[in-house]
């Protein structure tokens, strides 16, 4: 497998990085991607998207990372309409998808982790109605939604839910984040009407959902903490000490390198598991985790040492270095623990093929 972005992919990822490198970081991005027609990349023509892959897809969170522009792509894009795409029903897909693929409407995906696990439940009423019951914490921009995709527990199994955002019964409260780049929710349903959704196989579909979630997640960690490389190399170019650069000391440049070498290792792991989308089962899953788990150390890592490098203004509320601590600190906890990830990579290696 190529760990490497084709010639067309070096080209979108340009091309997007000098649009939003005109916007600051936690600034709104979401019209900037709309024109560019990104929103359609991962879903296939059928349903209104451009049909291109999950590699193409994890440039777009590279570079989101990269911007720490604020949208809700990857909580309606990736989150919800592939979650949608690969779990839900043939007629809901045809149904939801298109606005969310347009970006005409937004989504955000309503489940536990793993994506299985759900706090709320399900009451069948008819072959296409749920009643949901019970709250789930931390949904990814789950205030600012127009539909809600919801994986709720039944007395038959997992269920996989629409609902529109606004109806009677769902409450959503809005949480405070050490992250002020990226919302999260409290979402309650008190017997909220839902249309059920569930596709041929629902398990499966969530797995792949699962892991091209925390791919694309691990591809704008690794955005993100190019960002600080970059940042911290810009500094240490212009900022004098004793008479020289502070690159030229030894120390700095160590810190560097070693930025540089957990960035590039995962970097390369992400684009192995985008790359891995095709095989689906468990092999997907691992490269997914593996990815994951470099992506987070690297994230926190880069972060950390970029305000060392800058020093006393790296703490500073007016230096954009703290909303890249802030998003690599959430990150890291959402979805999973880096260490539950590790666990999942450590029985992989055990169990073998």
Known sequence: MRLELSEEQQ????????????????????????????TEIPFPEHVGGAGFTLKDTVVV????????????????????GLTLLHAGSDAACAQYLPPIADGSATAALVTGFPFGTSLVTARVQDSDTVVLDGAQESVVDGSDADVLLVVANG????????IDA??????RTRRETLDFTRGLARVEFSGALAHRITGTDLSAGLDTAQAVAITALAAEQVGAARACLEMSVDYAKTR?????????????KHRLTDMSIAIELAE?????AAGADTRRGPEFSVAAATARVLASRAATFAAEESIQIHGGIGFTWEHP?????????????????????????????????
């Open 61 to 80: 969170m590279s570079e989101l990372g990269r911007s720490l522009g604020s949208a809700p792509y990857f909580s309606s894009v990736i989150l919800a």
């Open 268 to 272: 390369a792991a992400v684009l192995d």
């Open 240 to 252: 004098r000490q004793f008479g020289r650069a502070i690159g030229s000391f030894q120390a700095i």
């Open 155 to 162: 007395s038959d199994g997992p269920h996989l839910a629409a």
């Open 321 to 353: 270095l703290h909303r890249y601590f802030r998003r690599a600190k959430t990150s890291e906890l959402l979805f999973g623990s880096t260490t539950l990830h590790v666990e999942a990579v450590a029985a992989a290696l055990v169990q073998g093929p």
């Open 11 to 38: 080209d979108l990822g340009s091309s997007l990085r000098a649009s939003l490198s005109r916007t600051a970081a936690g600034r709104d991005v979401w019209p900037a991607l709309l024109e560019m027609g990104l």
């Open 166 to 171: 606004h109806a009677e019964g769902v409450i």
